[in-house]
Every structure is written in C-alpha cells, then in structure tokens.
C-alpha cells in the first residue's frame, strides 16, 4: 500500500540488524505514524487472555530466537505418558510473562516502587528466561552442546540486546541478579518464581495431573517486600505448603515418571551413538544445524573459541530436526542406531525399574547376559541397552534464599522456621535400571 511504512519492510536489515516482524511493522514506525494499537491479546488455555504491549516486548515475541520455542516441548518427552502434554517453550514464557505482570501489579498495591522501566525489564527477562533451551528441553542439554540453557539464555539476551540498541540492559541486570532490587531477581529466579508458578500450574493442566495445581494466584497476591528481598505475608502460608507439596508430587508422577525417564535416556543413547557414528565417517540425511553438533566436539573450549558461530547454528535447532533425524536413523545399517530410534518413534520404550537403593552389580549382569541373549547385540553395544543411574528430589530446599514469611507483627523468618508442617527438607535419591523389555521371558 502506498505510504504504508511497513511496505517492503526486510525481517532484518543488513545495516542496523532490526528485526521487522513477519505481518508487523516495527514499535518504532507504528508509534511514528500513530497506528499502535495498546496491546496484543493471546488467548491462553490455562489463564485465558493475555496482554503483551506493543513495543519491545512484542517485538521480541516476534523475533525469531523466541518464535523458535514453539518448536520446543515444555516437558521434553512426557507426551508418551500423558498424551496432551504438548504444550511448548513459547507457551511457557508468555505464561510466566502474564505472571509477572500480575505480581508487579501486587507489590505496587502494596506500597513498593517499581518504576515503570523496571516492571518491563522484568517482563523482558522473565519473557527470555527459557530462550537458552535447547532440544527436548532439559533431555539434550549436555548431549548437543555442553553449555547450560540459563547461560545460552543471557548470551542470547545479549545477542537481542545488540540488535535492539540496548534496551535489554536493565533487564539483563535484573537477570544476573546484580540489579538493587533483588525481589526483582527473585521473581525470575528463586523458589517462589513466576517461572515455578507457570510450568507446575501449565504441565498439570497440560498432563491433567491434578495433583500438581496450585493456588498460584493466592500465592501471587500474597506476595510483599521487606528489607529489598521478596516476601510472603503470612496467611499465605498454607498456599506455600501445598506448592511445595505439588511440586514434590509433580516431579515423581511427571517430570520424574519411570517410563519419561526411560524416552528421554533412550533419546541421549541415540543422539550419542549417531555421534559415534558421524565420527567414523558415516553419514546421514539429517538438517544442517544437528549436522553440525553431530560432527563437532561439544567441549567448552570450543564453543569459547567461537561463540557466535555455536549460537548461529544453535538457534537454528529444535526438537524437528531430532523427530526428522529419529526417522532417518530408524532405517541406518548400524543396527544399534535403528533400534534405538525405532523403539523411540514407534513408542516402543525401555523397561525402567526403580528403587531406593543401588541396584546389584550381580543383578546388573544377569541382565545383560538375558538382553544380550534375547537381542544379540555385543558387549560394547549393550552399554547402550542397559544403564542405570539416579535421580533426586526433594520438597523444599534450606540450602539458598529460604522462602521468607512476613508476620503480622514484623517479624520475618525463613519458611523451615515458620510452618507446623514437616516438611521434607531432605534430598530424596532413587536409583534406576534401563533396559529393552524382554518378550521371550514374559517380564
């Protein structure tokens, strides 16, 4: 249209690097020509509308580093236990966003100054606090490249910084957490954060484990600020020990759930064998990005050799190219990698025992002898067919930034002081064993 300023527009100019939303002009020239609507409405299943403001908030929706996490599982491979948990990364952030907002709303009701460049800069933060994710989210982290998904998330912040002319500083410091206000670090990232809030009332709705809902809106208007650091008044107290109560629960019905735990280290067999493989000279019908991880070494040191070329490649990755590359691996001369592909795509899943002590080595064994018989795979290749391994949990953690309870008279103290319920402050260790389920012996 003639006269329109987003005609023709480029999703990134060469010179500046501005990212133009596919469909939208930029903040800049809306605001310029006084067509800005106020904000943009999303219709979230678990909370209903939500508002984004047109702006930098938008905008960053909009960009590609973010549009990547509708690609990527909120709950990696939990879908094979409960079918609807399909949600993504994107509608993650967008809820903890939502969150954020109303928790800011709290505390300014409350007497507690929050600039306005400060409740955005949180939101941004908030917004971009997953954007390091790789893969399959948590599955992947340390098989693709070896760096953790909060450091990816500040040097990608870092990244969109540059490209928006610095209007992510404040919300990079509120992110490090070495901004004055910590209650404001405290609601991206503590026990009491609008990350926490989101994923538990999110993957409940999603798994329909109900286990896991909590009064998360309570909990938010319960909220206060004492002494800089972030509070909860209280009455709310009961609010707190069922969301810790749900989170225990959740994360040994769902995150923690014997058959996911078996997909997802079946899915790291798989992706470390393909690995083995492209070492010795094999190659595959796979996408460039995962190309890349596949064929080079994942050490730290190299990615500190080259950041921008890692970042390049890894924010071109999601979990497609390892659905695509499962099915291409399915049908590979090596049998090994077949079976394990195979046996993930076609939901054909690893038998997973649980216990609270250490498996047996003579036990151990014994299975391998039935797995090697059964399968006739190799004594190499059964390290890849039966693993064993730990995993911990625990209700409430004492060891940093205890939840602290506002009393009515002043007082603050840290929740393990302030509850007559006993909570299970003690880290709770169960041991596993994986491996193919046997046919022929009827287990």
């Known amino acids: 249209m003639e ?45 209903g509308f939500v508002n984004i403001p047109y702006g ?3 905008d960053l929706v909009e960009h590609p580093y973010f549009q990547r996490l509708r690609r990527i599982k909120q709950v990696s491979l939990t879908h094979y236990v409960y079918p609807g948990a399909l949600h993504t990364r994107f509608h993650h952030a967008l809820g903890a966003m939502h969150l954020m907002g109303q928790a800011i709303e709290t505390l300014r009701s409350k007497g507690v100054t929050i600039e306005a460049e400060e409740a955005e800069a949180a939101r941004i933060a908030i917004l971009l606090h ?9 599955t992947l982290e340390h098989s693709l490249l070896n760096v953790h998904h909060e450091e990816l998330s500040l040097l990608l912040m870092e990244k969109l910084n540059e490209a928006f002319g610095g209007a992510l500083d404040l919300a990079i410091r509120i992110f490090r957490g070495d901004y004055p206000k910590k209650f404001l670090h405290q609601l991206i990232s503590g026990q009491l954060d609008m990350d926490r809030m989101d994923y538990l009332n999110r993957d409940s709705f999603f798994t329909g484990v109900y286990e896991g809902v909590i009064g998360y809106d309570r909990i938010i208007k319960m909220l206060a600020v004492s002494g800089g650091e972030l509070v909860v008044e209280e009455k709310g107290i009961y609010s707190i020990e069922k969301f810790l109560m749900a989170r225990r629960l959740m994360y040994w019905q769902v995150y923690l759930h014997k058959t996911v735990l078996a997909a997802e280290q079946m899915l790291i067999r798989a992706v470390r064998r393909a690995r083995q493989l492209v070492a010795a000279g094999q190659t595959f019908h796979i996408s460039k990005p995962l190309a890349f991880f596949l064929h080079n070494e994942f050490s730290r040191e190299a990615f500190e050799a080259d950041k921008d070329r890692w970042l390049e490649y890894f924010t071109r990755l999601d979990d497609y190219d390892i659905v695509s590359a499962l099915k291409e691996f399915s049908g590979a001369a090596d049998r090994l990698l077949s079976f394990l592909s195979a046996s993930i795509v076609d939901r054909r899943l690893f038998r997973l025992e649980l216990k609270n002590h250490p498996f047996a080595e003579e036990y151990r064994e014994e299975v391998c002898r039935r797995i090697g018989k059964e399968f006739g795979f190799s004594e190499a290749e059964l390290e890849f067919l039966v693993f ?46 994986c491996y193919p389920k046997i046919r022929r012996s009827g287990r």
């Open 388 to 433: 064993g391994g730990e995993e911990t949990n625990s209700e409430y953690s004492t060891s940093k930034d205890e939840i602290k309870i506002l009393f009515k008279d002043g007082r603050v103290l840290p929740m393990s002081e302030s509850s007559d319920y006993g909570m299970q402050s003690k880290i709770v260790t169960k041991y596993y064993l």
């Open 56 to 58: 930098i908030l938008f």
């Open 130 to 138: 997953d954007i390091g994710h790789g893969p399959f989210s948590h």
């Open 3 to 47: 006269g329109d300023p987003c005609a023709g527009a480029e999703k990134r100019t060469q010179e500046s690097g501005e990212y133009y939303p596919n469909g939208f002009c930029s903040f800049a020239a809306t605001q310029k020509h006084g067509r800005m609507s106020k904000n943009k409405i999303f219709n979230d299943p678990v909370y």
